[in-house]
């Protein structure tokens, strides 16, 4: 009778219906048989709601006692882990049916309907372990707060009207992190969570708690407001969970259980005791061999199963471990894959840049030996004409257009960063101030021009238009890309300490080291680029004007590639444009004054002068200007021809071309200062004329002479430059 009597109280216990599912009504019932629950919850609220960052799934004490109701009630739940604004918008916008934890508040009251609290949580402050000046709330009026979007702190400081700057994070450990690199003075926010990523993150001695907590938390579970059905089951199933002791046994088992905190003795030990008697009983009646074999027989499976269950256990680890590894694997092959790709088109990209400015280069070079060879030839011929002439007329404005010719192959050089310019000093804020009415008067529709320009000297070496046609570009530029004419454009001239973040920002030019230098930066307000456009801005043609040639940037990018220079751009859509020019410093001398052509006389020279030049054109019409100064001339077409000449010849100089097939000009400056050391050499050449020179020895050369030039240019150099051909003076022609 007893046993039959303790078998009809186990099925009882074990099989008969639950309290929570005896009190659910016809109406809940049906709610939960319609569908699935969907609850929204956080993915980063340990130990409450979180992502496992080893196994990857959603677990956690809310999430655990949700799974437990879930099995209780009889009803599917899905789980969508988000952060926490984005939880609380998806049961508001019906995306979601609960949230799995959140505090109940007046505010919030409007909006949702709250269970029970079901975990308390208190709120603190957490700041750097160096800082003394934070102790409590009314400490934090005025600084960088980091916080999680949608976080009860935020109403909480507004109910108390202290001000603070909150710095808006999508979870707790970017807000914790904040801190930490300083971006943030504090973080406040609920004590179980910072703690865990406090620990995880091996901050805690960088990260300490001050003052006493804020508040406590009550932590419910949630549905939007007026979903009375479901609000109704959710508090039914936590009641349950807590006659039960369920919801006891997670907070023990997530949160550990004190040694002073013991359970009342019935409750940890009724079921042993129950099955005590039983046994006990069960031996009393006579309990037979085959009860004993029995229960060896299921200890021995029990046994089988644990060790089986063991090597599962460890199996899956290892697979999620191996799968891990992969996924990060196939991570870094990915990012590699790109950074590789991004460098080839970047070399792509540069070896094209470089291959059109070789050839641009080369073009104008070419074009400037025919220039020398027209404009001397008309020089020439203009000594036979009388000067009042319509043939002198003619071959006048033949020049002229010759000279125009010049600027194009000059645009060219510039593109190329290999013009042929004057190098010298020149004060950038004396050069910006005195060309400001210019600027301002070139500035489309009138957009007013901002100039910040120090009063001491900024020296550079460089080419004074050049410098304006910079300057001009990008004001130019500037005021086109301006939508609002109100707003100014702001021009500024400076000295600065250059470091490695401003030449992350370089996109054309030379390849600059940190250091001071000189600075022309030009800021608007307009529309701003996006990377593509930033990715092509100084390709030639390419250009985002309806009408432009897209040349401008190019050319401007050539000329402060010449001068050694680099061009930095900052920009974003929608937050304007900046463009600074990083120019070397020259020492602080002040500007050679350019000297007046205007009543010039060509000197008249005497002496032997030998020509080296392997264009014909340009040699022919070179010997006709050299023999028109009275000089006596042995032209040549290369530097094996020159070397037997000055074995058997004497000559008083050499005027020596730089670019020649075979021998160059360098190797056959080597040679004839190997047979004759004291002979002055003067280069002449199309390029830059510190380009041409850097490849000499210092003060080797007895001048440079820059293509296309007249008979005027070449009688100074001469006159300069070799002293023994000098003679006496004639007007010129």
């Given at each position: 009778?007893?046993v039959?009597?303790?078998?009809?109280?186990?099925?009882?216990?074990?099989g008969?219906?639950?309290?929570?599912?005896?009190?659910?009504?016809?109406?809940e019932?049906?709610?939960l048989a319609?569908?699935?629950i969907?609850f929204?919850?956080?993915?980063?609220?340990?130990?409450?709601?979180?992502?496992h960052?080893?196994?990857?799934?959603?677990?956690?004490?809310?999430?655990?006692?949700?799974?437990?109701?879930?099995?209780?009630?009889?009803?599917?739940?899905?789980?969508?882990?988000?952060?926490?604004?984005?939880?609380?918008?998806?049961?508001?916008?019906?995306?979601a049916?609960?949230?799995?934890?959140?505090f109940?508040t007046e505010d919030?009251?409007?909006?949702?309907?709250?269970?029970?609290?079901?975990?308390?949580?208190?709120?603190?402050?957490?700041?750097?372990?160096?800082?003394?000046d934070?102790r409590?709330?009314?400490?934090l009026?005025?600084?960088?707060?980091?916080?999680q979007?949608?976080?009860?702190?935020?109403?909480?400081?507004?109910?108390?009207?202290?001000?603070?700057?909150?710095?808006y994070?999508?979870?707790?450990?970017?807000?914790l992190?904040?801190?930490?690199r300083?971006?943030?003075?504090a973080i406040?926010?609920?004590?179980?969570?910072?703690?865990?990523?406090?620990y995880?993150?091996?901050?805690t001695?960088?990260?300490?708690k001050?003052?006493?907590?804020?508040?406590?938390?009550?932590?419910?579970?949630?549905?939007a407001?007026?979903d009375?059905?479901?609000?109704?089951i959710?508090?039914?199933?936590?009641?349950?969970?807590?006659?039960?002791?369920?919801?006891?046994?997670?907070?023990a088992?997530?949160l550990?259980?004190?040694?002073?905190?013991?359970?009342?003795?019935?409750?940890?030990?009724?079921?042993?005791?129950?099955?005590?008697?039983?046994?006990?009983?069960?031996?009393a009646?006579?309990?037979?061999?085959?009860?004993?074999?029995?229960?060896?027989l299921?200890?021995?499976?029990?046994?089988?199963?644990?060790?089986?269950?063991a090597e599962?256990?460890?199996s899956?680890?290892?697979l999620?471990?191996?799968?891990?590894?992969?996924l990060?694997?196939?991570?870094e092959?990915?990012?590699?894959e790109?950074?590789?790709?991004?460098?080839?088109a970047?070399?792509?990209?540069?070896?094209?840049?470089?291959?059109?400015?070789?050839?641009?280069?080369?073009?104008?070079?070419?074009?400037n030996?025919?220039?020398?060879a027209?404009?001397?030839a008309?020089?020439v011929a203009?000594?036979?004409?009388?000067?009042?002439?319509?043939?002198?007329?003619?071959?006048k404005?033949?020049?002229?257009?010759?000279?125009?010719a010049?600027?194009?192959?000059?645009?060219?050089?510039?593109?190329?960063?290999?013009?042929?310019?004057?190098?010298?000093?020149?004060d950038?804020?004396?050069?910006?101030?005195?060309?400001?009415?210019?600027?301002e008067a070139?500035?489309?529709?009138?957009?007013?021009?901002?100039?910040?320009?120090p009063?001491?000297p900024v020296?550079?070496?460089?080419?004074?238009?050049?410098i304006r046609?910079?300057?001009?570009?990008?004001t130019?530029n500037?005021?086109e890309?301006?939508?609002d004419?109100?707003?100014?454009i702001?021009?500024?001239?400076?000295?600065?300490?250059?470091?490695?973040?401003?030449?992350?920002?370089?996109?054309?030019g030379?390849?600059?080291?940190?250091?001071r230098?000189?600075?022309?930066?030009?800021?608007?307000?307009g529309?701003?680029?996006?990377?593509r456009t930033?990715e092509?801005?100084?390709?030639?043609?390419?250009?985002?004007?309806?009408?432009?040639?897209g040349?401008?940037?190019a050319a401007?990018?050539?000329i402060?590639?010449g001068l050694?220079?680099?061009?930095?751009?900052?920009?974003?859509?929608?937050?304007?444009?900046?463009?600074?020019?990083?120019?070397?410093?020259?020492?602080?001398?002040?500007?050679?004054?350019?000297?007046?052509?205007?009543?010039?006389?060509a000197?008249?020279l005497?002496?032997?002068?030998m020509?080296?030049d392997?264009?014909?054109?340009?040699?022919t019409?070179?010997?006709?200007?050299?023999?028109?100064?009275?000089?006596?001339?042995?032209?040549?077409?290369g530097?094996?021809?020159?070397?037997a000449?000055?074995?058997e010849?004497?000559v008083?100089?050499?005027?020596?071309?730089m670019?020649?097939p075979?021998?160059?000009?360098?190797?056959?400056?080597?040679?004839?200062?190997?047979?004759?050391?004291d002979?002055?050499?003067?280069?002449?050449?199309?390029?830059?004329?510190?380009?041409a020179?850097?490849?000499?020895p210092?003060?080797?050369?007895?001048?440079?002479?820059?293509?296309p030039?007249?008979?005027?240019a070449?009688?100074?150099?001469?006159?300069?430059g070799?002293?023994a051909?000098?003679?006496?003076?004639?007007?010129?022609?």
């Amino acid at each position: 009778m007893i046993v039959c009597f303790l078998a009809i109280a186990l099925f009882l216990a074990v099989g008969g219906p639950t309290f929570a599912q005896a009190e659910l009504s016809p109406l809940e019932r049906t709610r939960l048989a319609s569908g699935e629950i969907v609850f929204a919850g956080q993915a980063n609220y340990p130990p409450f709601e979180f992502i496992h960052p080893e196994r990857g799934e959603y677990t956690g004490m809310a999430i655990e006692l949700i799974r437990w109701m879930a099995t209780e009630l009889g009803f599917r739940v899905q789980f969508k882990p988000m952060s926490f604004a984005a939880a609380q918008q998806a049961v508001l916008d019906g995306t979601a049916d609960a949230l799995t934890g959140i505090f109940d508040t007046e505010d919030r009251r409007e909006r949702y309907g709250f269970t029970d609290a079901v975990f308390t949580v208190p709120a603190s402050i957490f700041t750097r372990s160096e800082r003394t000046d934070i102790r409590e709330a009314t400490d934090l009026q005025g600084k960088r707060v980091a916080v999680q979007r949608g976080d009860y702190a935020i109403d909480h400081f507004r109910e108390r009207g202290i001000d603070v700057r909150w710095i808006y994070t999508g979870d707790f450990p970017t807000a914790l992190h904040a801190v930490a690199r300083g971006e943030a003075d504090a973080i406040v926010g609920d004590e179980q969570i910072v703690l865990y990523y406090l620990y995880d993150s091996e901050l805690t001695d960088a990260i300490k708690k001050v003052g006493e907590p804020l508040y406590v938390g009550m932590d419910c579970m949630a549905v939007a407001r007026g979903d009375a059905v479901l609000l109704s089951i959710l508090r039914k199933g936590l009641a349950h969970a807590r006659s039960t002791g369920t919801l006891d046994r997670i907070y023990a088992k997530w949160l550990g259980t004190s040694f002073s905190d013991k359970p009342p003795f019935m409750d940890a030990w009724a079921l042993p005791v129950f099955m005590a008697l039983a046994l006990l009983l069960v031996a009393a009646v006579g309990a037979t061999a085959w009860t004993f074999q029995l229960n060896r027989l299921v200890k021995q499976k029990t046994l089988e199963m644990s060790t089986l269950n063991a090597e599962l256990r460890r199996s899956n680890e290892n697979l999620t471990a191996a799968n891990a590894q992969l996924l990060r694997d196939m991570e870094e092959r990915a990012r590699m894959e790109e950074d590789r790709r991004r460098l080839e088109a970047r070399m792509v990209k540069a070896q094209n840049y470089e291959s059109l400015a070789l050839m641009a280069g080369g073009v104008a070079h070419d074009f400037n030996n025919l220039l020398t060879a027209i404009i001397g030839a008309v020089d020439v011929a203009m000594l036979s004409l009388e000067p009042g002439s319509d043939a002198a007329g003619y071959l006048k404005d033949a020049v002229a257009t010759a000279r125009q010719a010049g600027e194009l192959a000059r645009r060219m050089l510039d593109f190329s960063g290999r013009t042929a310019v004057s190098r010298e000093p020149l004060d950038l804020a004396d050069l910006v101030t005195a060309a400001s009415k210019v600027l301002e008067a070139a500035s489309p529709r009138r957009v007013p021009l901002r100039f910040d320009v120090p009063a001491i000297p900024v020296m550079i070496r460089g080419d004074a238009v050049q410098i304006r046609q910079i300057i001009v570009n990008l004001t130019v530029n500037a005021a086109e890309a301006t939508a609002d004419e109100t707003k100014p454009i702001r021009v500024r001239v400076a000295v600065e300490e250059v470091n490695a973040a401003t030449l992350a920002l370089v996109r054309a030019g030379r390849e600059l080291e940190p250091g001071r230098y000189a600075v022309i930066e030009v800021t608007d307000s307009g529309s701003g680029m996006d990377a593509r456009t930033l990715e092509r801005i100084f390709e030639p043609f390419y250009s985002t004007k309806k009408n432009g040639r897209g040349l401008g940037l190019a050319a401007m990018a050539g000329i402060v590639k010449g001068l050694g220079g680099a061009v930095a751009v900052d920009s974003r859509p929608g937050e304007g444009s900046r463009f600074s020019i990083l120019l070397p410093l020259a020492p602080g001398t002040a500007p050679l004054p350019a000297r007046s052509r205007k009543g010039h006389t060509a000197p008249r020279l005497s002496g032997t002068l030998m020509l080296i030049d392997d264009e014909d054109t340009v040699r022919t019409t070179t010997e006709r200007l050299l023999t028109s100064l009275g000089l006596d001339v042995v032209a040549l077409p290369g530097g094996d021809e020159a070397a037997a000449v000055l074995r058997e010849r004497a000559v008083d100089g050499v005027l020596l071309d730089m670019t020649m097939p075979g021998m160059d000009g360098l190797e056959t400056f080597r040679r004839i200062k190997a047979l004759r050391p004291d002979l002055p050499v003067i280069l002449s050449t199309g390029y830059d004329d510190s380009e041409a020179a850097n490849r000499f020895p210092v003060g080797a050369l007895a001048g440079v002479l820059i293509k296309p030039y007249d008979r005027e240019a070449l009688a100074a150099a001469l006159e300069t430059g070799i002293p023994a051909l000098r003679g006496r003076s004639t007007p010129a022609s």
